[in-house]
């Protein structure tokens, strides 16, 4: 569990623990007017502390979030390459994606190994759950400062490498690119830099690079943006690993992540990325009708396991593009992506 507040008096001596997020209570006969109003302050809020939670305004409906998400001027954005499935609601609404309640979600950044990513994630509590069930935020300034030298050195000079694997496990590479058309896919592979490989019993093998620090667009900071461990093999359950490789082998795995020269992570490596997320945690209990406005930059977040039925649903907006935050793949198009993959069933 992660830490879930801490008073502001504290706060003010210079105590060096993360605090949660700020509750803005809102006066609810206002509701999304109330929140237009404030709107500038909401965004200070945020500017401020990466985060920030508005109680009060009783959001109940999907149509309730996209409410406030318009009165906030939060503009929509598809959600390409998606690693997990969701329900999606009209006017740029999502469901959490879908997790087991009892596993945790790892920290993580929404995209950050597309092309164009949400600047803002807002996410509206319709229902809180019996127990757990938390979203936790970690300053990602915190987090690049709590690693080791070495790794902050070999991601910064490397980048990270993201490979998947569309087959039976995981989400479908038709619905994470929305279409059944390999011409659409190999057009938007291109234009992202993702190589791709189309194997037999029609499964997709990509490969992309991104870079693991980044400079936040309206601050200039640097920031650790990425989800090398969370997409990493070694955060699987080691059961579950172990009898994916034993089935579709170790590059048959749905997802994995490497050093931008494809050298592997050690679990050290891993330990060492989620120690400094776990370090740097916080979280507020949800309650119902809750809103938490993130800047998905600056905050990475995660998901406590939970008992009881969750509803939280989410919209993701205003887009933006990083300079040198895509880059090349650290083998050339047209050779394939050199890595030995076994038949399904093999």
């Not at 009892?102 to 920290?107: N, T, V, Y």
């Not at 579950?240 to 170790?250: A, C, D, Q, V």
């Not at 979280?283 to 939280?312: F, I, K, T």
């Given at each position: ?126 229902t809180a ?149 776990r370090e ?66 093999a």
């Open positions: 569990m992660v830490p879930k507040s801490k008073d502001d008096a504290s706060a003010a001596a210079g105590d060096a623990l993360p605090v949660a997020p700020r509750v803005i209570a809102v006066q609810s006969e206002g509701g999304t007017a109330w929140v237009a109003a404030h709107r500038d302050m909401v965004e200070a809020a945020v500017h401020k502390d990466g985060a920030v939670v508005l109680r009060g305004l009783g959001v109940a409906s999907t149509a309730d979030v996209a409410k406030v998400a318009d009165a906030l001027g939060i503009g929509r954005m598809a959600e390409p390459e998606r690693f997990a499935s969701r329900t999606y609601h009209p006017d740029g609404v999502r469901s959490s994606s879908q997790w087991p309640a009892d596993e945790p979600m790892c920290m993580h950044h929404e995209l950050s190994y597309a092309d164009e990513i949400p600047g803002r994630t807002l996410f509206g509590c319709l759950p019996a127990e757990g069930g938390d979203t936790a935020v970690a300053d990602s300034r915190t987090v690049l400062a709590s690693l080791p030298a070495r790794l902050v050195g070999r991601f910064e000079r490397e980048g990270w490498l993201l490979t998947r694997m569309y087959d039976e496990v995981g989400v479908s590479w038709t619905e994470v690119f929305g279409t059944k058309d390999r011409a659409v896919v190999e057009a938007y592979c291109a234009a992202a830099l993702i190589e791709h490989e189309w194997l037999p019993g029609s499964r997709l093998l990509t490969r992309q690079r991104r870079a693991a620090i980044v400079r936040h667009p309206r601050t200039g900071d640097r920031v650790w943006f990425n989800q090398v461990a969370f997409l990493n093999e070694r955060t699987l359950d080691p059961i579950i690993r172990h009898r994916l490789i034993e089935i579709y082998g170790s590059s048959g795995l749905p997802f994995n992540t490497a050093f931008g020269d494809g050298g592997a992570l050690s679990d050290d490596d891993v330990e060492a990325i989620n120690l400094a997320y740097a945690s916080v979280a507020r209990p949800w309650q119902d009708g809750d809103v938490l406005l993130v800047d998905n930059l600056r905050m990475a977040h995660a998901r406590d396991p939970y008992d009881g039925y969750r509803e939280v649903v989410v919209v993701l907006g205003d887009p933006v593009r990083l300079p040198e935050h895509v880059l090349p793949c650290p083998s050339p198009r047209g050779e394939g992506l050199g890595l030995a993959v076994p038949a399904r069933g």
